[in-house]
């Protein structure tokens, strides 16, 4: 095994820039929320082209927060997908509903739409679909498929009323900044959180964010109460406090503590910054790699399509621009599955790697393979196409510090991997 990791998985890619904006932050007195997380909701909305932006604590706090601004709770159904990480799945479980999982389709990584009509039932109060890797769903079919939902739906509040339908509350974790039929991720669904973990393409350490669509809500009454669904309930945060006179305050109801930091916000203000050339060079390495595997029995995830379906990897960024039908992903995972292997091979293939000094990973462990969703009662077996997708796929690195240089030794490292799990007689 070798004793040192040369290409790390997903390190995350900070500047100067960042660390100028945290030491502004720093001088300033205002370390928790403050006028930096502000300004970032106030640019995350002008990105995403959304009314407005809430910050959190984290991408699983600010889906909570949607569940539970939509009045969702104890005896109502939400479904996700069985191919995700356990965060899109446990705040349904925190605010007392009843989680349902559904296999993704056949060689896809995303739901199978045409299962939620035996899946959906009056119950069911909210789908939340994964924009995996970076790539967002077809919200067009998923809509059509709730669409030809022929039960009894009934709206519990207002919210749900307003949206007529069972509602759409994304996991675009992954997503920030991809684009589909020329819309962003956050203009689609009815609600659409995000991650800034330090894994992701866009980093506040720790943090999310959750938008709505335009014109559904009122913007100002819903991004009010997720301020105090995250600070207990307080009527006013530390900044309002500050005013003179200002220091009295209410507690609406026993709220939670999930906002974000000034320390924080001041990450993800230098990362907006750089955000549109950290995506293109994204777009690049992808399109390295597919070159450097075209020789390898592989399935790529693809993450640009033209209207017509094809590969839209190689465009340029002016061209992808232009086509307002063009499917961008945001490029966050390279996944890549090997065709007609096990799961066994899968594991040899990332032993080998990491002994040529490459870090790999695997997205996703399924739902129903872990004890918390077993003690539910989930089953693989019930999920042959989860677990298809599963059982060999192989995540290599891809995050902006990444030279080209890298990409050619991890796509080497993988060449060689692969012919040493064959030769051993792994299947």
């Known amino acids: 095994m070798s004793e040192q990791i040369r290409i790390p998985f997903s390190p995350p890619d900070i500047t100067e820039a960042e660390i100028a904006e945290v030491a502004d932050a720093l001088r300033s ?3 928790t929320t403050g006028p930096k997380t502000k300004q970032l909701e106030r640019e995350l909305a002008d990105f995403l082209g959304t009314e407005r932006v809430a910050c959190l604590g984290s991408a699983t706090a600010a889906l909570e927060c949607a ?17 995700t990480y356990t965060a899109s799945c446990s705040p349904i ?65 207002a919210r749900q009323e307003a949206i007529g339908r069972i509602a759409v509350v994304s996991d675009s974790a992954h997503a920030l900044g991809s684009v589909r039929h020329g819309k962003r991720a956050g203009q689609v669904a009815d609600l659409s959180t995000f991650s800034f973990h330090a894994v992701k393409n866009f980093t506040t350490a720790e943090g999310g964010a959750v938008t709505w669509r335009a014109g559904l809500f009122d913007a100002e009454e819903l991004y009010h109460e997720f301020m105090l669904m995250s600070l207990h309930g307080q009527s006013k945060d530390a900044l309002a406090k500050t005013k ?3 220091w009295e305050y209410d507690v609406a109801f026993p709220g939670w503590k999930c906002n974000m930091t000034d320390l924080q916000a001041g990450l993800g203000l230098a990362q ?48 992808a621009r232009a086509d307002a039908t063009q499917e961008s992903s945001s490029g966050h995972l390279m996944l890549v599955r090997l065709n007609g292997r096990g799961q066994a091979f899968r594991n040899r293939v990332i032993e080998h790697m990491a002994e040529a000094g490459v870090a790999t990973n695997v997205h996703y462990q399924p739902l129903p ?14 999920f042959p196409n989860v677990y298809a997708q599963f059982e060999n796929e192989i995540t290599l690195p891809l995050h902006t510090k990444l030279t080209d240089v890298d990409i050619d030794e991890v796509s080497r490292a993988l060449h060689a991997a692969y012919t040493q799990a064959e030769a051993e007689g792994l299947k």
Request: with cysteine; hydrophobic share 45%.
């Open 29 to 31: 007195g205002w370390i």
């Open 67 to 83: 569940l539970r601004a939509l009045g969702i709770g104890p005896g109502d159904e939400v479904i996700t997908s069985a191919y």
């Open 93 to 157: 479980c925190h605010i007392g509903a009843t989680p349902v999982l559904c296999d993704v389709a056949a060689g896809s990584y995303e739901m199978d739409y045409s299962q939620l009509e035996r899946l959906v039932t009056p119950r069911t109060k909210a789908i939340i679909p994964v924009d995996l890797g970076g790539v967002m769903c077809d919200y067009d079919a998923l809509l059509t498929a709730i669409d030809a939902f022929g039960g009894a739906w009934s709206p519990a509040n």
């Open 244 to 246: 003179a006179g200002a």
């Open 272 to 319: 907006m910054r750089r955000y549109p050339g950290m995506l293109a060079r994204r777009r690049a390495m992808i399109a390295r790699y597919q070159d450097n595997l075209a020789d390898m029995d592989l399935s790529i995830m693809q993450h640009y399509r033209a209207a017509d379906g094809s590969d839209a990897s190689r465009a340029d960024d002016a061209a």
């Open 369 to 382: 393979l872990l004890t918390a969703y077993k003690n539910l009662g989930f089953d693989i077996a019930d």
